[in-house]
């Protein structure tokens, strides 16, 4: 009788125990390689359903609007991860679960997005520069922000079409700080950013990638993966670090509050978090990976990439994208349709 007993609890227990081995990832288009996915799926025998997203704003709205929604680990970037942390959506981390965490780059850990890492796992970062074309602009002829307001790049500049970048790109020319609030900044920003307008040969769009490996663009504002990938297919081209402040931005992994498959999430972060598969993203999507470990069994061709391994020299003067609060965001953004409006 018992062991009939034990074959039908195993018999109802069996949807359960399926119903475990599942794991809901939203992350950003194009940041992990299916051979990667592939291999978690392998050793743990956790089906990954994997969705992507285009933006943080599009993640953001989606987990707010609906709070139960099915994901269990997310990829914001570090002001939304501030955002989300302290509007109570995110759960938090236990360190005992994530033993690969050691591996991680100090210099990007204990942030002012998330003091002591308690919510968040960076995943993938990188900095926004510009790229040039040295067949062009030889190298030296372009080393700060300020220079692209000269008048030898009139209709030349592929300009980003993210608020924070560009509102960053104008903050720095002007001395100020890319997370500035002040009302009064944020206007000379857009109206530095305005008296650019006539340089801006278009604002990035999907193909702007292939735009530079065709030439068809010389110089630009660009996140490093973009530039890395257009580099790799066109040598013409090189990155530049401007020296009157770089932009950093890291993406992280996180858990939201009301994830279903919680033992899933750590057992993938930790996965991503194992030097080898850190790896195997890096070089599989052209991002610089903040798991030095990881960075140590890279080739050294990579690892004396300056845009993959940047030095401290190119990091000089850099800032982390931080949060901005709503009433300033609305600020930012009546500007952002303002300017391209003209």
Known sequence: MRKWASILL????LPVLAARQVLNVYNWSGYIPQNVIALFQKE???K??????????????KLKTDPNSSYDVV???????????????????DKRQLPNFKYLNTVLLNKSYDPGNNYSVPYLWGTTGIIVNRTVYPPGTITHWTDLWQPR?????????????MFGVAFKALGYSINDTDPQHIKEAYL?????????????ADGAQQTYVNEDANVGIVNSGDANMVIQENSNYYYVYPKDGVLIWVDNLVIPKNAAHI??????????????????????????????????????????????????????NTEIEGFIDKSTLRIYLKYWEMLKLN
């Open 10 to 13: 195993c018999f109802f227990m």
């Open 153 to 165: 790049f009139k209709n030349k500049i592929i300009g980003s079409n993210t608020t924070r970048d």
């Open 44 to 46: 743990t025998g956790i």
């Open 75 to 93: 990829v914001p970037t570090s002001y939304v991860v501030e955002q989300m942390r302290e509007e109570g959506m995110l759960s938090k981390l």
């Open 48 to 61: 990954l359903n994997y969705s992507t997203f285009q933006n943080n704003q599009v993640l953001y709205t």
């Open 263 to 316: 033992e899933n999430a750590y057992k993938f972060i930790n996965f991503v978090l194992r030097p080898d598969v850190a790896k195997m993203i890096s070089e599989g999507v052209g991002y610089s990976s903040p798991n030095m470990a990881a960075v140590r069994l890279m080739s050294r061709a990579t690892q004396n990439n300056s845009i993959i391994s940047p030095s401290a020299q190119d990091l000089k």
């Open 192 to 204: 530095k950013l305005r008296a650019l307008l006539p340089n801006i040969l278009s604002f990035e």
